[in-house]
Every structure is written in structure tokens, then in C-alpha cells.
Nanobody
Framework: VQLVESGGGVVQAGGSLRLSCAAS????????IGWFRQAPGKEREGVSC????????YYADSVKGRFTISSDNAKNTVYLQMNSLKPEDTAVYYC?????????????????????WGKGTLVTVSS
């Protein structure tokens, strides 16, 4: 299993970025896949995740209305569209795969109880 993130970079506050996570070694069947981030000196936090079964989504309060998660099951890829970026969004963003929310609820995944992690991509938002 491999998760490879891309799309990070440096952007000014108010700008946008789209992250991608290409997955291999498994299919998008009955999983949750999503994004976490870790800022310097802070704990990792769940950002957003999506169910491969029905496309339902979950967002952390800090990104609601600004970030949108989506997936292309045929391409085994999940995306995170990030708009209206703020300096506090600066972090390494990680892709992760875990149990489907239908069986465990969103909380399990968003607290980091996942099966696989990517290596991360750095997002820097300048003020």
C-alpha cells in the first residue's frame, strides 16, 4: 500500500491550492480516506475525510466552508481543494486510509486511528 501526496507549495493568504493523494496497492472499496495536518510544534489534527462507499464527507470546524474533499475512485485518488487559505493553515498535510465511517463513525478516523499514512506534503501560507 502506498499513498503519495502532491500539490503542496507556498501561497499567499487568501489563495488556493489543491492537494492530491494517489493511492496504490488497494482499491477504494469500503474505506475512509482523508487528510490530516501537522503544524510546527503542534499535534496532528484531522482535516477532512470521505467515505468511498457513498461519498459522504466530514470536515473539521477549522476548515468548513473553505476546504472541499473529493475522490475519483476510478483513479484511486483523493483531492483536497483548499480555498481562502490562512497562515494558520500552514502545515504538513498527510493522506491516510482507514476503516469506513459506516462501521466506526467519523470520530475514529479523524482522531488518527487509520491503517496507512502517506509521507506528507508541505503547505505554507504567507501573510
Amino acid at each position: 500500500v502506498q499513498l503519495v501526496e502532491s500539490g503542496g507549495g507556498v501561497v499567499q493568504a487568501g489563495g488556493s491550492l489543491r492537494l492530491s493523494c494517489a493511492a496504490s496497492g488497494f482499491t477504494f472499496d469500503d474505506i475512509a480516506i482523508g487528510w490530516f495536518r501537522q503544524a510546527p510544534g503542534k499535534e496532528r489534527e484531522g482535516v477532512s475525510c470521505i467515505s468511498s462507499s457513498d461519498g459522504s464527507t466530514y470536515y473539521a470546524d477549522s476548515v468548513k466552508g473553505r476546504f472541499t474533499i473529493s475522490s475519483d475512485n476510478a483513479k484511486n485518488t483523493v483531492y483536497l481543494q483548499m480555498n481562502s487559505l490562512k497562515p494558520e493553515d500552514t502545515a504538513v498535510y498527510y493522506c491516510a486510509v482507514g476503516p469506513p465511517p459506516e462501521s466506526t463513525g467519523w470520530g475514529i478516523f479523524m482522531r488518527g486511528f487509520v491503517d496507512y499514512w502517506g509521507k506528507g506534503t508541505l503547505v505554507t501560507v504567507s501573510s
